[in-house]
Structures are given as C-alpha cells and as structure tokens.
C-alpha cells in the first residue's frame, strides 16, 4: 500500500520555531561527529589463510586495513634457448605468482614443438604468454637487446598495470618467494631502477667499446657467432659509456621512455649499441645514466648473486650446493647460473620455495594476500644497506 504525502501545514510555537532553527546544526554536528568516530575507529586487516603449511604471518593488501602499501606486481621476461623448454617451464613455476605477468621467449634455435609444448603446459595461467614468433638471439650481439625491448613492447601493450620488470634466463633460479619479494617492494618508491652499473668500465674500453661487431642475426636466419670489422672506434664524447650485468630489475616509466623515446636518446643509444659487444650489458646503463629524468632513480644492484672466478672468466661460475649458505647470505632474490636440474634447485624448491619441483607452490586462495616468510628478511637487510645514506646516491651513475 503506498503512503501518501501530508500537506497539511504545522504552526510553530515561538519555542519551537527557535528550536527547528537549531534542528540543522545538531544534525550537521551529529554527522560530523560519527564520521570522526569512523575514521579514528582502527580497524582489523582482513587476513585470508593461502592454502599453505607456511607458519608466516599473513598480510592482506586488501585495502581494508590502514597504512597498508598497495601491493606491486612485476612483469617478468623468461628467455631461453633449444632444449630449455622443460628449465623454463620450472623457472616460471617458482617465480609464479597471479598478481604478476609472464612472458616466456624459446629463441628460433628451438623446435616449434617445443614452444608448444611449452605454451600447453602454461596455457592455464591467464597471466602468462609465450612468444609464438620466436626471434634470433645472438650470443653477446645486439639481437639481444632487440629480444629484450620486443619484449618490453609486448607486455606494456598486454598488460597495463605492471611496476617493475625483470629479466631472467633458464640458468637463473629465485633465492625466495614472490610472497617475500612483492612484500618488500610493496614499501619501495616506484620510481626506483635497479641496475649494476659504473662508467669505470677498465678493460671492457678495448674489448667492448672501442672493437666494432656485426651480428650475422640481423639479417640471417640462422644463428652464427658475431664478427669484427678491422677498424676501432673513438669512446663517445656525446654521452657517457656506463657498463654492468645484463640482469635488471627495471620501472615501467623508464621503460617507456626507452620503447617509445619521446626523447632520441634511446634510439640514439640504440643504434650505436648495434655495434657492441654485449649490448645488454651497456645500453639501459647508459640511456638512465645519461638522462636527468632518470639518473638519479638508479639503485646499483641486480638483485642476483652472481659468483665469478678470480680472475673472472668469461662466463660466472655454475652454483652448486656448496654456494647455498653463500647465496641466501647474499640477501639476493635471485641467482645466476645453474645447471640443468642440479640438486641445489631442489635444495632451494623444498627448503625455500616449500614446493616440489614439479608443483606450482602455494596454491593462491586469494591473490589480494600475500604471506612473507622470514626471508623477506634477507631482502630487506639488502634494499635497506643499498638505499642507507653512505650507499645510495654515492653510488648512482658513478
């Protein structure tokens, strides 16, 4: 039954006309007043167990809770090569998390039967691809930088959402969880590179910078060794060389500027970088160093522990069992390199990544929960040596 409108008019009593003048001003003052309460009221995280034996607190990044930091999500680029297809669908298992983004590359060395096999075993994670158009990849030539920002490309075109990219190749492994990783970089500024680099760059001057290489990749479709013209060149006098490892863990802001260069110094670099030996080593080094938007983002770490000979060989040393108290000491998330299946990687899965190495992990429940464990210690002790006042800007673009 609807309820009609009365528009029957009262009479006020002077009393009551000076009392409906203040009836606002209670009203507006009792609104007030509970919004105060609401907003001062603390309030509980709203904790959501993942299915796991992991006796680490649960954070909820679900926003429910105050002085919460928004969670990141990393968008990662897994490269390999023939016969990698089985080391890279491990790799993506133990760096797996649904809040970040996968982007797997076999380069053209491997069978298409293996980059199917590969996209089948993942085609369930809606948060991975795997390049169906393999490219070339050249061994230390410039084809591997080409691979590098054609990836960039892809997954700031696929996904939109992403802070932070890392690269890694089959023969890297991660130290700790996603769980641990995304909860200390959910309290960084993101703006932030990370990047080993120097512009000391020694003997790399006459073994890199001034030798001129062509890489047989960018116009062959087979894969061969590059090769050196006689001449040398002159160091820049332009811009500043700056050198360091290949393994980056880089903003999607910076690269941006590197893909679509509203600036030329990225294609300017670019293209003298076709000429250099191990451009992978050299070229977001020298673009972040050279530019005033960016160089002062710049943290002087790879976030890998890498171990070398002495004095350092051309490749870094393969890490055995005998390096694992080494290498969580180190603080690193990840580390480089491994051999295929070497007991130390399922040393890492049980005792670090509490999964079997034929298992994804922690069965996600909630991908708004993450579960630190205690070594997001480690990785914290790291950021925060690298990010202290005697480290961080004495360190940048040095």
Not at 314 to 341: C, R, W
């Amino acid at each position: 039954m609807s309820t009609k409108r009365s528009h029957l008019r009262f009479r006020f009593t002077s009393n009551q006309r000076f009392n409906s003048y203040l009836a606002p001003f209670f009203f507006l003052f009792t609104i007030l007043s509970i919004i105060l309460f609401l907003a001062l009221k603390p309030s509980r995280h709203s904790i959501s167990k993942p299915l796991s034996t992991s006796a680490a607190a649960s954070i909820s990044i679900s926003g429910t809770g105050h002085n919460l930091p928004e969670v990141p999500r990393f968008a990662y680029f897994i490269t390999g090569t023939r016969g990698d297809g089985a080391r890279l669908d491990r790799l993506l298992r133990s760096v797996y998390h649904p809040r970040n983004y996968y982007l797997l590359h076999l380069d053209l060395e491997a069978s298409d039967s293996e980059r199917v096999v590969l996209a089948k075993n993942v085609g369930s994670m809606k948060n991975v691809m795997v390049v169906g158009k393999a490219n070339l990849v050249t061994s230390k030539g410039p084809t591997m930088i080409a691979c590098l920002l054609h990836a960039v490309a892809i997954l700031l075109k696929e996904w939109k959402d992403w802070n932070w990219f890392i690269n890694l190749s089959a023969s890297d492994y991660p130290l700790m969880t996603q769980d641990d990783i995304l909860h200390i970089f959910s309290y960084l500024p993101r703006d932030l590179n990370f990047l080993e680099h120097t512009t000391n760059i020694g003997w790399k001057e006459f073994q890199r910078a001034r030798p001129i290489i062509i890489d047989p990749g960018l116009y062959h479709s087979k894969k061969s060794g590059v090769f050196w013209a006689k001449e040398k060149r002159s160091m820049p006098s332009s811009f500043k060389l700056f050198m360091g490892s290949a393994w980056v863990v880089l903003t999607r802001s910076f690269l941006e500027f590197c893909v679509w260069g509203w600036d030329n110094l990225p294609r300017t670099l670019l293209m003298y970088y076709t000429n250099f030996l191990s451009s992978p080593e050299g070229y977001f080094h020298t673009v972040i160093c050279n530019h005033k938007d960016y160089q002062n983002t710049t943290v002087n770490h790879d976030m890998h522990y890498i171990k070398w000979d002495n004095p350092p060989k051309q490749y870094p040393v393969n890490l055995t069992i005998q390096h694992f108290a080494e290498m969580l000491e180190s603080g690193a998330p990840f580390a480089h390199s491994f051999s295929k299946d070497d007991p130390v990687l399922d040393k890492i899965d049980t005792e670090i990544l509490g999964r079997r190495s034929e298992q994804s992990g922690v069965v996600f429940e909630n991908i708004d929960v993450i579960r630190p464990s205690m070594s997001s210690k480690r990785l914290e002790k790291l950021v925060s040596d690298l990010l202290s006042t005697q480290n961080f800007r004495s360190r940048q673009c040095k």
